[in-house]
């Protein structure tokens, strides 16, 4: 399936050229949009052919271009097929989306030629199978999501947020581009396949992983390398960020995995504690950061950094299982991250677009402005409400079913045999936890403030609902967050390849199992039965409702709402100051974790006694990535540069002199290498 894929990626670039063509011209949204959803279904078919039919990886196609007498090698197997359906599927539903929302770009032809361009990179990237091939496509994704966000350049903090991008994006791949360094060797053979027969030292495989958790885990969103993230997928249009969200930062743990557990060779038990406690601190972190947030696209950018974060905690298990030979528990780690990414482009890619169909029809994504869209977006609010409840962990959900695997995988830790993986695993689980109920809290807040309630805007009282496309998209996205959450033995079993390819085991076989039981370990251990339960829910709700209606009251009842005990003096009962703000909602948790960790603090301006002004309550918070890492490295590469600086004015001899002793010292490296 790779020359499949190799053609489509041919395809997309040329709708990019249609798009540099047709951009200004309303055909050119139909050709680019309709073009990159054809292409993408078409990629999607085939790497679900690959997967699903367990086809053998096949011998790579090299194409006659990159470095010479080596060119650019891409191969499919079970890893790079099984990101391929995130990616394209992704990019698939981003497209039918875009076909309605992106008839209201003011302007197209700043996305049009970009867009396409973006999803040939992300796929190259995922079949590339040389270090060259894969560093330029992973330069391609960059610059190109790059362009996207710069899309609406106009706005301050939209360059802002592409400068930042740009920098981080740059720094991730510097450290790939050690990374690959160190796997090639001496011998500076850069094919894939050529790096997994090659033997390391012990150091090599530690610098290995360090430097592809840096350069994989910026574009991710690991903290503290995530401060770029909830900039720059905010300032794009929704769609994109729904790309950017949902489906290039697989493209990064792809990347993570590939080198990881695929190149850099045996792990060390270690790594795993490493990755585990990045892991675990991103996703409470993360979410505590959305809790803070009123701003509806960056409260979902802050989601993704928790998500991804759960998603290490799994990866971070794996190889501390894989380090100690208990392979079963390693791929049932494995196999549950793989699933968490999935349900993650699932989910999110839906919320993207319900925060786009909502700053259409309101103009705004401040929550503080929204209120009572149910009423006005009818259709829209179901997939985002099925969205919320997935991302919440709610069963019988998808993002319930990954999160239980992930804590069932924790639940064998205490078969390590070392004592520090003995005692951080637990505690990993219960930031998991903690994480999994921050999650609750902030998609409570975000769909009950935007949703429910009462218009607090006028935009918001007369909002509309949203194109057909774009609702079909969102609806497309949360039937199979339905589907997945009922049927995740399908989901673990079209996995199970890449475990058994990486790991050399696999989750027992979920198919057959009555009541599409899943059984991850032993069934005297744990199960999980997502269609009871589903019947369980559905039956519970219809009697309640049904008992509601036969011995319920049926006197209808009106009274002023409560005023917030303000009846004399305060707004009238009923007025929209008495529903609650999203910072009022946020208030205990802001409080008892945010005042520590943001050192978040509530300014109160209460007027003097005997003023009738009103009293105005302010957040202040700061991110500690910022102060701790960026703005002293900030500080310190400006002072080199001032120092730097001197070298300009120099004389001619100097100049020469320092070319000398620079040659000089790379003739001595070269002879120490050799």
């Known amino acids: 399936m790779t020359p499949v894929i190799l053609v489509c990626a041919l395809a997309w670039l040329v709708l990019g050229g249609a798009g540099v063509a047709l951009g200004r011209r309303p055909i050119g949204r139909v050709v680019v949009y309709g073009g990159s959803l054809g292409v993408a279904l078409v990629a999607l078919v085939a790497s679900v052919a690959q ?65 396409p361009v973006f999803l040939a990179a ?142 850099a060779g045996p792990a060390a038990w270690w790594w795993g504690l490493v990755v585990l406690l990045v892991g675990g601190v991103t996703a409470v972190l993360g979410v ?68 786009g169909a909502i700053q259409h029809a309101t103009g705004t994504r401040d929550l503080g402005q929204l209120g009572g869209l149910i009423h006005r977006m009818k259709i829209s609010a179901v997939p985002m409400l099925i969205a919320a409840m997935a991302i919440a962990a709610l069963p019988p959900l998808n993002g319930f079913a ?42 409570v807040r975000l769909f009950g403030i935007a949703y429910l309630g009462r218009a607090r805007s006028a935009r918001a009282a007369t909002a509309q609902e949203t194109d057909a496309l774009s609702r079909a998209a969102m609806i497309g996205l949360a039937a199979l967050c339905v589907a997945a959450g009922l049927l995740p033995g399908l989901v673990i079993d079209l996995f199970a390849p890449v475990t058994h390819e990486l790991l050399g085991a696999r989750v027992p076989t979920q198919a057959g199992l009555s009541w599409l039981t899943i059984i991850p370990v032993r069934a005297s251990q744990s199960s999980y039965d997502p269609l009871l339960i589903a019947m369980f829910i559905a039956i519970s709700a219809g009697a309640a409702a049904l008992a509601l209606r036969r011995f319920g009251s049926r006197i209808t009842r009106r009274a002023p709402a409560w005023g917030c005990g303000y009846q004399e003096f305060g707004p009238p009962s009923g007025t929209l100051v008495t529903q609650y703000s999203p910072s009022g909602f946020a208030q205990p948790i802001r409080r008892v974790f945010a005042a520590v960790v943001f050192r978040a603090r509530d300014d109160v301006v209460m007027p003097p006694p005997g003023e009738m002004t009103p009293a105005r309550l302010g957040l202040r918070w700061t991110d500690p990535a910022w102060g701790v890492i960026y703005t002293p490295l ?24 320092f070319v000398f002793m620079a040659l000089v010292a790379l003739l001595a490296w070269i002879a120490l290498w050799g």
């Open 51 to 115: 997967l699903g039919l367990g086809l053998a990886p096949e011998t790579a196609v090299v194409l006659p271009i990159g470095l010479p007498r080596l060119g650019m090698h891409f191969s499919m197997d079970a890893l790079a097929a099984a990101f391929l359906i995130i990616v394209d599927l992704g990019a698939a539903a981003a497209s039918l989306f875009g076909l309605g929302y992106g008839r209201h770009e003011h302007e197209p032809w700043r996305i049009l030629p970009f867009y």
């Open 402 to 443: 990954s999160e239980w695997l992930l804590l069932q995988a924790i639940l064998l830790s205490p078969a390590l045999p070392q004592f520090g993986l003995k005692l951080a695993v637990p505690a990993i689980g219960a930031l998991v936890a903690l994480a999994a109920a921050f999650a609750s809290a902030c998609f």
């Open 122 to 263: 992300m796929n190259l990237v995922v079949i590339a199978a040389d270090a060259y091939g894969f560093l330029l496509c992973w330069e391609v994704m960059s610059l190109a999501s790059w362009a996207l966000v710069m899309a609406h350049h106009t706005e301050a903090e939209t360059r802002r947020a592409g400068i930042i991008y740009l920098l981080m994006a740059s720094a991730g791949t510097l450290a790939l581009l050690l990374c690959f360094g160190l796997l090639a060797g001496a011998a500076g053979n850069y094919s894939f396949a050529a790096m997994q027969s090659m033997h390391r030292a012990s150091w090599t495989g530690a610098a290995v992983m360090i430097l592809a958790l840096l350069g994989a885990g910026s574009k991710a969103g690991l903290v503290p390398l995530h401060v770029w993230l909830p900039r720059a997928h905010p300032a794009a249009p929704s769609h994109v960020s729904a790309l950017m969200s949902g489906v290039m930062t697989k493209v990064a743990i792809y990347a993570f995995i590939r080198i990881v557990f695929d190149l």
């Open 288 to 355: 505590l950061y959305a809790l803070m947030e009123d701003d509806i696209k960056t409260i979902l950018a802050y989601s993704t950094i928790e998500n991804v974060g759960l998603i290490f905690v799994g990866l971070g298990l794996a190889l501390a299982f894989k380090a100690d030979g208990m392979m079963v528990a390693a791929a049932l780690a494995l196999a549950a991250a793989l699933f968490h990414a999935m349900n993650h482009m699932l989910f999110k890619s839906t919320l993207f677009f319900g925060a």
């Open 634 to 657: 900030v500080g310190g590469i400006g002072w080199i540069a001032d120092r730097a600086n001197r070298l300009q004015f120099l004389t001619i001899r100097r100049y020469l002199a």
